[in-house]
């Protein structure tokens, strides 16, 4: 787990080295044990940097960029495989001979023998650039799931790749101009993350599950190496199969020369997780040291901790002594959420991402360097229920299925104010747009100018709200939700110098959990059925018969109008007027109370003040 950076100039006397070493001093928290540089000026100008964050293999033959030395190829690699050592023991049956314990030279000895057929080999997650001596390419590709992050800047004259934007814009000399369009699909919907843009011109996401290669002339090409399967191209899931699955893809992400631990709520997710690693005994490479859980100190948010939750888990499991707790006050101050905003460095959904970026701290700082969370298991099983309930109901009234209706709505299931906020999608696209303009403050708080130059945008995001449950779990999954979630959690752990694993995103659990219909997954009110069947054995009843939980930073998602922000609104940048009303948005924060979507444009606010001011 890393920092990769890239460069590769296309002109004629090109100096890279000096931009690449600001590029890896941007990273440095990503990778504070290592730093590798590596240049050449054949058949491309070209360097690879990485800053390292010692996991898998701690001795100093693992450090990067790591040379092949009988190819000549060249790798720097974010993440992990976790199969490394199933791959490693097949290229060996193949007589490769290998100098390290790591997956890195997995990686090299994996493309000398498969090419580019090696990446369908891997489970894990990668954001990898590699330098093909025999062809002079520049090979770059990430995970099937976009897991570990990737940017790209390309104008002709220079290729410049890194793990975060800011070693883009070290490279650059600083960051680009904002994307008009990004703010106001995150405005209007709150989406980001979702169509390979960021909030930066010239600046794009590489796409998740494709490869990329740029010759030394510049030309690109590229292709798919993995394809998601459609419903009835592979078994749907049932319980064994969930238990199984995610059994063993936990197993794998154990796998570490450094003690892990999980984040651990009061909830089903991250119970289970817990439960498999406190259970994980003697496992090759694997050291499993225990929970962290989140709480407050203020009595007044009460019921948002789960620490007793958490703690009569790990008692009842009879490890109390490795439950470790960290309690903080919902409100944040006023450096803390600059520091937040700056260590996204993009706009983010929600405030209570403040809780795992307090966390990720305090893990670090009792030693620890790998966390398995539950990230994608909300999307997989339909956690979000009263979402995707709702937008059943809409399906039912759509197909004039008035009994399913009455059910969904007498049983408390769906949320009438939810279900009409969905119908308000099935508008067209102008009546939407007023109605947007005027009930929802994030995009009352947008600019005219913003509004009007980007208006034909409102098109794309009304198609996307207006898909059935088993369409948007799909969604979520693969270019919406999830993308966004990813994101978020690895600034804030990557931050920290921490290391997120997600077993529920073993793309074997992925691939099986899209083939099986939303309702078999999700099933009544309570959401996650499948899931909460597959591991009933193992739990508490009252973990799996509960709704979902509240979870990390549930109280601080209902304090935007709590939080300091008036000290920040008045001294922000005046470019930010081209996007924002903020006369508009300081009275929508003084007037209390403040609707949900009003994070949206605060946050807005918060990223453009940390990067142009």
């Not at 000549?72 to 490769?96: D, K, M, P, S």
Request: proline share 6%; glycine share 10%; net charge positive.
């Amino acid at each position: 787990m890393c920092g990769v950076v890239a460069l590769r100039s296309f002109v004629a006397g090109a100096a890279l080295q000096d931009r690449a070493e600001r590029a890896l001093a941007a990273l440095a928290r990503r990778g504070p044990d290592a730093q590798g540089l590596w240049c050449t000026d054949q058949p491309a100008p070209t360097v690879l940097g990485h800053r390292r964050l010692s996991i898998i293999d701690l001795s100093s033959a693992a450090t990067q960029p790591m040379r092949c030395p009988d190819t000549g190829n060249v790798v720097v690699f974010n993440g992990e495989i976790y199969n490394f050592l199933e791959l490693r023991a097949e290229l060996e049956g193949l007589g490769h001979r290998f100098r390290t314990d790591s997956d890195t030279e997995v990686i090299l000895h994996g493309w000398r023998a498969w090419g580019e057929g090696f990446f369908p080999r891997c489970n894990g997650m990668w954001a990898v650039v590699l330098l093909e001596q025999e062809t002079g390419d520049l090979v770059y590709c990430r995970d099937r799931l976009g897991v570990k992050p990737l940017y790209l800047h390309h104008d002709g004259r220079h290729l410049v790749l890194g793990s975060e934007i800011r070693a883009i814009a070290a490279a650059l000399g600083g960051h680009p101009a904002p994307n008009p369009g990004a703010i106001f699909d995150f405005l209007v919907a709150g989406l980001s993350d979702h169509c390979g843009e960021t909030f930066y011109e010239g600046i794009q996401a590489v796409p998740p599950g494709w490869l990329y290669r740029v010759s030394p002339a510049g030309r690109t090409t590229r292709r798919s190496y993995h394809r998601w399967p459609a419903p009835g191209e592979v078994p749907p899931l049932d319980a064994g199969a969930v238990r199984a699955l995610l059994q063993d893809a936990t197993r794998l992400r154990l796998r570490s020369d450094v003690p892990s631990v999980t984040l651990l709520s009061g909830g089903l997710d991250s119970s289970i997780l817990t439960h498999i690693g406190l259970h994980a005994g003697a496992a090759p490479r694997t050291c499993f040291g225990g929970a962290f859980t989140y709480g407050y100190r203020d009595g007044a948010h009460a019921g948002f901790d789960e620490v007793e939750a958490a703690a009569a888990s790990m008692a009842g499991w009879g490890h109390s002594d490795r439950h470790h707790v960290h309690r903080a006050h919902a409100v944040p101050g006023a450096d803390e959420l600059l520091a937040l905003a700056q260590a996204q460095e993009e706009p983010f959904c929600t405030p209570s991402i403040l809780a795992s970026f307090r966390m990720y701290r305090t893990i670090r700082d009792a030693g620890y360097k790998v966390v398995l969370n539950g990230e994608g298991a909300d999307e997989l099983f339909g956690g979000y229920v009263r979402l995707y309930l709702a937008l059943a109901a809409r399906s039912a009234l759509h197909g004039l299925r008035l009994p399913t209706l009455a059910r969904l709505l007498a049983g408390g299931a769906v949320d009438p104010r939810l279900l009409l906020n969905r119908l308000a999608w099935d508008l067209p696209a102008r009546p939407l747009g007023a109605l947007l303009r005027r009930q929802r403050p994030s995009v009352a708080s947008m600019s005219a100018a913003l509004w009007h130059a980007q208006a034909p945008r409102l098109q794309a995001l009304r198609a996307d709200r207006r898909g059935d449950a088993q369409a948007r779990l799909r969604a979520d999954v693969l270019a919406t939700n999830l993308p966004m979630v990813l994101r978020m959690t690895d600034r804030n752990s990557m931050h920290a110098g921490v290391e997120v694993r997600a077993p529920f995103l073993d793309y074997r659990l992925v691939e099986r959990a899209l083939a099986t219909p939303a309702h078999r997954r999700m099933g009544d009110y309570h959401g996650k059925a499948l899931l909460r069947e597959a591991f009933s054995a193992d739990l508490p009843a009252r973990i799996v018969g509960q709704r979902k939980s509240t979870g990390f930073g549930h109280a601080e998602q209902f304090l935007v109008d709590r939080m300091p922000l008036q000290d920040i609104l008045a001294s922000l940048p005046q470019g930010l007027g081209d996007f924002l009303d903020l006369p508009r948005l300081r009275r929508e924060l003084a007037g209390g109370r403040a609707h949900s979507t009003l994070w949206f444009a605060v946050s807005v606010a918060l990223w453009y003040g940390s990067v142009y001011a």
